[in-house]
């Protein structure tokens, strides 16, 4: 992956709010992203400014303030569990089906558990978080 094909990512993102969250972009859509050079990349930076997102501050790394970490993937990962995918397609179509079932509540959910994460990280001055 590059910041161009990143770049693309992210009008894609944009356009996906567009059509099926009508009204979200001039509510505001929050985005958080970690600090990858792929994220970084002049290309990415001005196509998340196209976007209108309003981009989050992420945290230094720790796997206790990592969404896809602890909440996207591993769930994902129970699920695909055991079964065998025998081509990028067939991944592709087992993620979109995983996350496309998902009502809202699912990703809040998600959201509000980081939230309780990062308070719970600055009370413990940076400490690590078990759970």
Do not use: W
Request: proline share 3%; with cysteine.
């Amino acid at each position: 992956m590059n910041g161009q094909y990143y770049a693309n990512l992210l009008a894609q993102a944009r356009e996906a709010v567009v059509q099926k969250r009508r009204g979200k972009l001039s509510r505001g859509v929050l985005f958080l992203q970690d600090n990858a050079s792929v994220h970084t990349a002049r290309v990415s930076r001005q196509a998340l400014k196209d976007t209108g997102f309003s981009e989050i501050d992420h945290p230094p790394y720790s796997p206790n303030l990592t969404p896809s970490d602890y909440f996207l993937f591993s769930n994902l990962k129970k699920e695909l569990r055991g079964r065998r995918l025998v081509d990028d397609n067939q991944m592709k179509m087992a993620v979109e089906s995983h996350f496309d079932c998902k009502e809202k509540e699912y990703f809040l959910g998600g959201l509000k558990a980081l939230y309780t994460k990062c308070e719970k990280c600055i009370s413990l001055e940076g400490d690590y978080i078990e759970k």
